[in-house]
């Protein structure tokens, strides 16, 4: 009785929570289109997420393509298909790696810095301050980097896509022995702009929702270091795993499309 | 100008507020007395409409706050200046850009009238060449200041003080509130503030309320404070450990 209990509770907190995330997500949305852009904040934005997550896109980027080169690689040997390997490098990277990895690492990086960030605001009453000023926290704080991280994402996603194909060609053409050819022709004649498309939508979805969780989280941290601790960890773990669910559907409805 | 009327409040269960009466006469300081947690500072948030009363009324020259919304609620916010217990200071900014910060975004004033307004306020508060430096290399004092000149940029009618002393040195704690006593004077603003400075708000309060266990106990000039004879308010006056206040 008492477990049952407890998962009730569970339940209902969840859901009230999930409720808030979305309300909060709806605010944010008609704020977007209610009052004009803070342009500069916004540009603050793309490059906190983007800019500075440039390097550890390139090396994330490269190394998974050299990785997934050097296992396609022998894996399509034993059918005698070696030649596949561009496209299979590509195709893996477009499709699927490369927006949920570039995700993940971004989230790391930038998301549990965002989350830290306005969740001291929120602590220092810098939040307070701005509402005590008839100025909209929603409008301030929340809607430049949730737009940030639509800009940001598919730029970094295809920068991850572009130097993970380049890492899979160091693997598969210099280290491995593909002809250059083959490796980019094949590629060519299997990768259509309809896995592009594919790679970009999801990129797009993973940046609101890493910039939306991080943001309520930052947004409704609790008191301390402690609160602003424990909300940045809540964060991270909700949006990747978030990313991870989302994708899984995503692309299980853009297949069928 | 602002009367509080029967205000309720209580968070998850917990009764803060257990009716609120209190006026406060326009260009006096009113200053708020209370051990911590008695809701001196929910009482300030619903003043400035950061939150919401279970039940009662707040009225500022007679219009009731807590059913504005909006547009309306936004011009009357303008009516009031808050200087936060923490400072509140916007970190990636500047001293200078912190004051500059409500002109910028709520007015279309060009940048050389800004600049000087931001440039009399910082010397009023005695920090004019301090302007440049960001809140983390400043003192808690100094930020205090720049707290108040962000306070009284907007030219507001009434200014909130939350705690404006909390964690400074006894010469420091006199110093603002000698500025604050300065700025009231040239300026005339109506001020609310909230503190524990016992005996040193008896030298700048035009009268004092005690909050305890959710209501005033007892509002009045500093004078009729200080010799009061309810023992709720000797008690937290002299600091006595043994009375009618527990402590926790």
């Known amino acids: 009785m008492k477990i049952l209990g407890l998962l009730g509770r569970w339940f209902l907190n969840s859901l009230r ?132 991280g639509l800009i940001a994402f598919p730029l970094l996603t295809a920068i991850f896509d572009l130097v993970g194909i380049y890492g899979g060609y160091l693997v598969g053409v210099q280290l491995l022995g593909v002809g250059e050819g083959t490796y980019f022709g094949q590629m060519e004649t299997y990768v259509g702009l309809r896995d592009i498309t594919q790679g970009i939508l999801k990129s797009l979805s993973f940046g609101l929702l890493m910039t939306w969780v991080c943001c309520y989280k930052g947004f409704h941290a609790g008191y301390g270091a402690e609160g602003v601790s424990r909300a940045t960890t809540e964060a991270v773990v909700l949006s990747s795993v978030l990313i991870l669910v989302w994708d899984y559907f995503l692309g299980s409805v853009l297949l069928v499309i | 100008m602002v009367e509080i009327r029967n205000l309720h409040k209580s968070f998850e269960g917990q009764q803060v507020l257990r009716g609120v009466n209190l006026q406060v006469t326009r260009g006096e300081i009113l200053v708020i007395i209370g051990r911590s947690g008695e809701g001196k500072s929910v009482l300030l948030k619903h003043l400035m409409g950061l939150l919401k009363p279970d039940e009662g009324q707040i009225l500022i020259d007679g219009v009731e706050i807590t059913r504005l919304r909006g547009r309306e609620f936004d011009q009357l916010r303008q009516r009031f200046g808050v200087v936060f217990q923490g400072g509140a200071l916007f970190d990636s900014l500047t001293a200078f850009e912190n004051v500059a910060f409500p002109l910028r975004e709520k007015t279309r004033l060009p940048e050389e009238a800004i600049r000087e307004r931001v440039l009399t306020l910082l010397k009023q508060v005695g920090l004019s060449d301090m302007g440049h430096k960001y809140p983390a290399e400043v003192s808690g004092g100094m930020r205090k200041r720049v707290a108040l000149a962000r306070a009284l940029t907007m030219e507001p009618q009434i200014v909130l003080f939350d705690e404006p002393t909390t964690g400074l040195d006894p010469i420091m704690v006199n110093a603002i509130h000698r500025l604050i006593l300065d700025l009231h004077r040239r300026v005339g603003f109506t001020a609310v503030l909230v503190s524990h400075e016992i005996p040193e708000i008896f030298g700048i309060a035009d009268r004092v309320a005690m909050l305890h266990q959710g209501v005033v106990v007892e509002a009045g000039p500093p004078e009729a404070i200080q010799f009061s004879t309810n023992p709720v308010v000797r008690q937290f006056i002299t600091g006595d450990p043994e009375g009618p206040i527990q402590p926790d």
């Open chain 1, 17 to 148: 929570d999930g409720g808030r995330m979305v309300i909060f997500l709806s605010s944010a949305v008609i704020w977007m289109f209610l009052s004009p852009l803070k342009w500069r904040r916004m540009i603050a934005r793309i490059h906190f997420i983007g800019a500075k997550s440039l390097l550890v896109i390139v090396l994330t980027g490269g190394f998974t393509g050299m990785v997934l080169a050097l296992q396609v690689f022998y894996t399509l040997r034993k059918f005698g298909s070696e030649a596949f390997l561009g496209p299979a490098v590509a195709l893996s990277l477009v499709r699927e790696l490369g927006p949920v990895l570039c995700a993940l690492m971004v989230t790391g990086r930038a998301g549990s810095a965002l989350t830290a960030e306005i969740g001291i605001m929120r602590i220092t009453e810098q939040i307070d301050a701005l509402q005590a000023m008839a100025l909209e926290p929603m409008r301030y704080l929340i809607v430049p980097t949730i737009l940030a």
